[in-house]
């Protein structure tokens, strides 16, 4: 499976300011995937980012408040805009392994935000 | 529409015996089925999927799960629970290529 790394691995940031989140995968992979997972919750798909197109945003999310960026196979950001402390969450990226059938996401470790 | 649904917030089990996470879900057509684990301060680690053939499916650390269509059903067990095993447990079920659906999550606590 891909190996997927996230920075920073957790940040304690103020109301109003941005943070920006890497995801990196050690292979090329379609699609890839951005997660919230808010405390004591489970993961919410926040948007699905495929490399050379605009990101697909679920209900409930917005370019303008998680911008995300998808330049080449192996790497995206997502941002959250103008943090309030209801964005204190955990931000997952995943990838989908289409080897051996059945489409089986994998995940990254996480990226734990706390606004203050 | 699809959805997941694991009934249990939590499960105690005494280390050394059998365990049983419980997962139902929703979805037209035929389901991918998958679980995950999530240990403490730690991303989710795949554990086992069901897509089509035995209904008995085998993963990771020992875990497996039973597909049961009639009973809408993909419970997770393990004939030996290990302390290291407590961890929190999601099921989740896509329909084809739609989006990931997951439940709400089973803690699992096994005790020495």
């Known amino acids: 499976s891909a190996v997927i790394s996230q920075k920073p691995s957790r940040d304690i940031c103020q109301r109003g300011t941005s943070l920006t989140i890497q995801c990196q995968v050690d292979s090329q992979v379609t699609m890839m995937f951005w997660y919230r997972q808010q405390p004591g919750q489970s993961l919410t798909l926040i948007a699905t980012?495929?490399?050379?197109?605009?990101?697909?945003?679920e209900s409930g999310f917005v370019i303008d408040k998680f911008p995300i960026s998808r330049p080449n196979l192996t790497f995206s950001t997502l941002t959250v805009s103008n943090m309030s402390p209801e964005d204190s969450s955990i931000y997952l990226c995943s990838v989908e392994d289409t080897s051996g059938g059945g489409d089986t996401q994998y995940f990254g470790p996480g990226t734990r935000l706390t606004v203050l | 529409a699809q959805s997941v649904a694991q009934p249990e917030d939590q499960v105690n089990v005494a280390e050394g015996n059998p365990l049983t996470v419980k997962c139902t879900y929703s979805v037209s057509g035929n389901p991918y089925l998958f679980w995950y684990v999530q240990y403490p301060n730690r991303g989710l680690q795949f554990l086992l999927k069901?897509?089509?053939?035995?209904?008995l499916v085998k993963g990771s650390y020992g875990f497996e799960a039973e597909f049961n269509k009639s009973q809408t059903s993909f419970h997770l067990k393990k004939p030996s629970a290990l302390v290291s095993d407590s961890a929190l447990y999601f099921c989740a079920v896509r329909r084809g290529y739609s989006t990931l659906t997951f439940g709400k999550g089973t803690m699992l606590l096994v005790s020495p």
């Open positions: 980012a495929n490399q050379g197109s605009e990101a697909t945003y």
């Open positions: 069901y897509i089509t053939g035995d209904n």
